[in-house]
């Protein structure tokens, strides 16, 4: 098993993933991973052997290189690049369960079956929130792995001498590290890329939230102008059965959903989620790809 | 997860460039990538063991190798293929995002759609022109900063292209002044030189593209493109 094992997985993540999620992962692999791989590694392949101290005294080197270097930064930085791609796979598993589901209902009761998700891989209910959460497990990973570097490697500097007095060494003693103008470049470059990631996180997660809430306000704001009442669960189920008319006599439209208490907008056209009582075309099976045209779907 | 994943990402942007945009990809991955994986890592793989100093005193070896390479010549050439590759990604980005438009107008059944499934929209070339144009262009405008900046960097650290015999360092702990002796010194420097050079022959081929697309454009629509 080597890295591109954890490729294979990622690229399966790209689907179900917004425009920042993309970019996210296409830095993760580019700027972090393959840097990783094809550079950072060998800089720290002969940390311990050419770890030198300046004594004869048996053991003194190993007790300085376990002092000063807990836990390589090349140790870290694997630890941190496979926790932080793991919670992706969180969405994974989840649309994986509604595919699963969906299966089942149609094998139990054949074509009688109701769609239960027009598109599984579509950000609603469930799945929102196991996007927001993955986020936040994201952002939670690399800050947790910044601070340890920073309580390991103060700064998240190398010098050139560190002076030792660790028993067996006597007195103290100067030790130096190999290569350190190169090990503390790479390091602020992961430092920067592990920034970066944090930032974009936190982005998608601003846009996550504020697109739910400006589907939210628009939708109160739809149930305000519409003559009837959509609050009824039994109304909208009928509803998103058949197809009524707008008020404005324009090509039908669908009307609010409701799934488990959660709205969604019903719209077609990317960029714009108020719900309209003019005519906007949707498509019957949404894109599965890019969030940027929420659609309906029926309530369970 | 090794130069095949930028080879894979790079691939996909190749269908959609101009004719210079592919000699360059493959100069890219046959002068560079291929060279730098199949010799030149070889070559620099024993730098830091074989760096012998003319002392016993513990430490001034790694200090003076410190001193004189502060990054290695190897590192250094990894780290400019994946950012004079990176620019490309804006482009394929750009790339997946109109198939995406595409896709959803064939699934409304447009009466303007002019593919029959879908598997057309997948391997459609997009002609660069329009938005795809602008992306293009910038993505050989900061390929051409980067290769210039990494040039640039390598002149400046190792005080021109030319690996030397000897060095004289007097760095702490070394005692006064200590010869250095760098490992396969001729070797290095006509590496060195190599990827400078073919560095040199994909900056040619960048402002080649650059100037083609740019008479292209005008050539079209002379006055009016900007507005």
Not at chain 2, 32 to 43: D, G, K, Q, S
Not at chain 2, 131 to 152: D, K, N, Q, V
Request: contains cysteine.
């Amino acid at each position: 098993m080597n890295w591109s094992w954890l490729q294979e997985l990622l690229s399966g993540v790209n689907k179900y993933s917004t425009a920042f999620g993309r970019i996210w992962l296409s830095v993760v692999i580019v700027f972090r991973f393959l840097v990783y791989v094809v550079a950072a590694e060998r800089v720290w392949s002969d940390d311990q052997r050419d770890f030198e101290c300046n004594t004869r005294q048996p053991g003194c080197s190993n007790v300085c290189y376990d002092h000063f270097f807990p836990v390589s930064h090349i140790r870290l930085w694997a630890l941190q690049l496979i926790l932080v791609t793991c919670p992706s796979l969180l969405v994974v598993m989840h649309v994986a369960y509604r595919e699963a589901k969906q299966r089942k209902c149609r094998e139990a009761e054949g074509e009688n079956c109701r769609r239960l998700y027009p598109d599984p891989g579509k950000k609603r209910g469930g799945l929102w929130w196991t996007y927001l959460l993955s986020l936040v497990f994201k952002v939670a990973v690399d800050v947790t792995f910044l601070y340890i570097f920073h309580r390991l490697y103060p700064n998240f500097n190398l010098p050139r001498v560190v002076r030792c007095t660790e028993a067996p060494c006597p007195n103290t003693v100067d030790c130096f590290i190999a290569r350190p103008t190169e090990k503390k470049l790479f390091t602020y470059f992961m430092v920067a890329t592990a920034t970066l990631c944090i930032l974009l996180n936190l982005c998608e997660m601003t846009y996550l939230v504020a697109k739910r809430c400006w589907e939210l306000a628009a939708r109160r704001q739809g149930r305000e102008q519409l003559s009837k009442p959509t609050g009824c669960h039994h109304c909208a189920q009928q509803k998103n059965q058949g197809l009524s008319t707008s008020s404005s006599g324009q090509a039908p439209f669908r009307s609010v959903p409701l799934y488990r208490g959660e709205g969604a907008a019903s719209e077609g056209r990317r960029g714009s989620y108020l719900i309209s009582v003019h005519s906007l075309s949707l498509a019957q099976t949404p894109s599965t790809s890019a969030n940027f045209s929420p659609a309906s779907f029926p309530a369970d | 997860m090794d130069w095949g994943t930028l080879q894979a990402i790079l691939g996909g942007v190749n269908k959609h460039s101009t004719s210079i945009g592919k000699i360059w990809l493959t100069i890219m991955f046959i002068f560079r990538v291929m060279i730098l994986v199949v010799a030149a890592e070889e070559v620099w793989g024993d730098e830091q063991n074989d760096f012998v100093c003319n002392t016993l005193q513990p430490g001034c070896k790694n200090v003076c190798y410190d001193h004189f390479f502060p990054i290695s010549h190897i590192r250094l050439w990894a780290l400019q293929l994946i950012f004079v590759s990176t620019p490309a990604l804006l482009v394929a980005m750009h790339v997946a995002y109109r198939r995406h438009e595409k896709k959803k107008q064939f699934r409304k059944g447009g009466q303007t759609c002019e593919f029959k499934d879908i598997e057309e929209i997948k391997s459609q070339r997009f002609h660069i022109q329009g938005p795809l144009w602008w992306t293009y262009t910038s993505s050989i405008f900061f390929r051409l900063i980067f290769e210039a900046l990494f040039m640039y960097a390598f002149y400046f650290m190792y005080n021109g292209f030319r690996m030397p015999r000897l060095v004289k360092c007097n760095a702490w702990p070394c005692p006064n002044t200590v010869d250095c002796f760098v490992s396969r010194p001729t070797e290095k420097t006509v590496f060195t030189i190599f990827m400078i050079a073919v560095s040199g022959i994909c900056i040619l081929l960048n402002v080649a593209e650059f100037c083609y697309l740019l008479i292209k454009v005008f050539l079209k629509k002379p006055v009016f493109f900007f507005f």
